[in-house]
Structure formats: structure tokens, C-alpha cells
Nanobody
Framework: QEQLVESGGGLVQTGGSLRLSCAGT????????LAWYRQAPGRQRELVAT???????NYASSVRGRFTISRDNANRTMYLQMDNLKPEDTAVYYC?????????WGQGTQVTVSS
């Protein structure tokens, strides 16, 4: 089964930046809209941003203007540039497709923003 692998999380202070990466297969990058999700402790997983194969990305209102999603199809990698981070951005971040069928969910990457 297709799988995507996240990396790049860490600990950062409020107002700081991080860039997450998501690596996958050529097939999934050629065919599917991809997305970043996050899950904070005690909360449901939420959609953060989506990136179609072609076209404009979309963002959750909570991150619009601060986060930038991008993808390099040739190198099979998707990114999430996160700027002006806030404590409420603290979560485990996952990448996957934007709708069913999903790939297997990976371990995610932890982002922690200290106040």
C-alpha cells in the first residue's frame, strides 16, 4: 500500500518557523491531491492544507496567511512552510491524500510551539 513519510518537526518558540517535508512515490505525486493534517492532544485530526497536482492550494482558516503548502512532483516531495507559529499549532502533523482512498497513515512529525 502507498505510504507517505513525514519529517521536519521540532520545538520552536512562538513566532518562529519550521518546514515540514513529506516524501512519497511517483505514482501518488502524479495522480493525487495531497494534504497536510494535524492532530493535537485530545482533539480530532484536522485538515490543514491541500495541494492538487495542478492548481491552487487551499488552507484552513486557522493557518491561512501563515502556512504555505507546496509540492515538487519530480522529486516526490511535498512541503509545509510554517511561519509565525503559535502555541495552538502544537500537534502531530501528517501528510496523506485529501480524500479516500487514503494511504496508510504514517507516524507523523511532532511540532511543538512554546509560548
Amino acid at each position: 500500500q502507498e505510504q507517505l513519510v513525514e519529517s521536519g518537526g521540532g520545538l520552536v518558540q512562538t513566532g518562529g518557523s519550521l518546514r515540514l517535508s513529506c516524501a512519497g512515490t511517483a505514482l501518488i505525486f502524479r495522480m493525487r491531491t495531497l494534504a497536510w493534517y494535524r492532530q493535537a492532544p485530545g482533539r480530532q485530526r484536522e485538515l490543514v492544507a491541500t495541494s492538487p497536482v495542478k492548481g491552487r492550494p487551499n488552507y484552513a482558516s486557522s493557518v491561512r496567511g501563515r502556512f504555505t503548502i507546496s509540492r515538487d512532483n519530480a522529486n516526490r516531495t511535498m512541503y509545509l512552510q510554517m511561519d509565525n507559529l503559535k502555541p495552538e499549532d502544537t500537534a502531530v502533523y501528517y501528510c496523506n491524500t485529501d480524500m479516500r482512498p487514503y494511504t496508510s497513515w504514517g507516524q507523523g512529525t511532532q511540532v511543538t510551539v512554546s509560548s
